[in-house]
Structures are given as structure tokens and as C-alpha cells.
């Protein structure tokens, strides 16, 4: 009849470990990558997200939230994009040049240093994201680091990073924090239009 007892075990320690690293999310990491996105609607500059599997899943949710969910609540208007959305052009670049280009690629020629690179990365050393974020400290953009694991080379690269400092493997726990930061920076501004 199934392994009720073990799955219900396991859902309270994955809990538990969820709650202990949402303990330990930096508020001040948080502050700083609003201000940067505020900054980038300011100058009306473009916010590029970048992310592979889970973490592109999370690039199109910061782009529903932040870019339309916003704007449709006259709250914030951004002009914000993920990467990862338009399959035929991520597959022809993977095709024609190879996977680790297709975000450097999209980015090269038509980035601007007043633009804000949003890169998510659990291990941080997703060639693709890597290249693309080097790209973009040679424009001069400013880049925001979502990490995991160790951080590996885009928490060197960011200028903002927002860490998780889960155990390498644990993909679950750090794309959850990942995905309810961007739940923070969405819900924030609907509470601060809510208090007006």
C-alpha cells in the first residue's frame, strides 16, 4: 500500500531543511538586487534572466512576476526577459555553435553596461551561464548571482550575489529558495501598494 510512513518522514525533514536555509536568506543580498532592478527600470534598461532546467523554469517565473505581474498592477514597469523561453532560438544556437553559447549569444552585440544580468545557477558553473556573465562584466552590466552548492564561479563573477549554502546535490532546496525570493521581491511590492 505504498510507503506512507517513509514519505511522510522524508516531507518533514525536507521541511525542516527548507525552513533552516529560509532562515539564513540574506535580507541584505535581497535589498540590494531590488534597488538593482528598480535602478534598470529607472534608466529603462532591459533585465536579461538566465537559467537552465529548474532554474529556467525560475528565469520565465521572475519574468511573469516582475515583468507582467507588475506592470499590470501600474507597480513596476520593466522590460525583462529570460533567455531560456524562445526554444528555436536556443536550439539553433546549440545546434549551429554549441549549448554552451546560447545565452552569450543572445546577449552579445545588443547588451548595454546600464543592463542588469539576473544569472541562476545552482552549482554556478554552468558553462553556459558562465560565459554569458563574463560577457557581461566585459560590457560593464551589472550581474546578480543566484547560487547553490559551493557558489562556484558566478558567485565570483556577481556583483550581487543571493546564496544558498546547501550540501552539492541538493537541487530541490536551493531552486525552492531561489524561486521564493523572487516570490519576495513580487509580494513586496504589492504590499507596499496595499499600504498606500
Known sequence: MGDKLGIKK??????????????A????AVGEIHRAIEDAAAAKAKVFVLGNGGSAATASHFVNDIGAGL???NLLNVDISS???????????SNDIGYENIFYMQLAGILKKEDL???????????NIVKA????????????????????????LSHINFHVDAPAGEYGLVEDVHMILDHILHSYYISKSQKK
Do not use: H
Not at 117 to 127: E, K
Not at 133 to 156: H, I, M, N, P, S
Open 10 to 23: 522524508f516531507t518533514l525533514e525536507y521541511v525542516a531543511k527548507l525552513k533552516y536555509y529560509l532562515d
Open 83 to 93: 533567455l531560456a523561453d524562445n526554444t528555436p532560438v536556443c536550439t539553433a544556437i
Open 71 to 73: 506592470r499590470r498592477r
Open 117 to 127: 544580468v539576473i544569472a541562476i545557477s545552482c552549482s554556478g558553473n554552468s558553462p
Open 133 to 156: 556573465v563574463q560577457y557581461a562584466r566585459e560590457v560593464g552590466a551589472k550581474v546578480v548571482g543566484l547560487t547553490g552548492f559551493d557558489g562556484g564561479a558566478l558567485k565570483k
Open 25 to 28: 536568506i540574506d535580507g541584505d
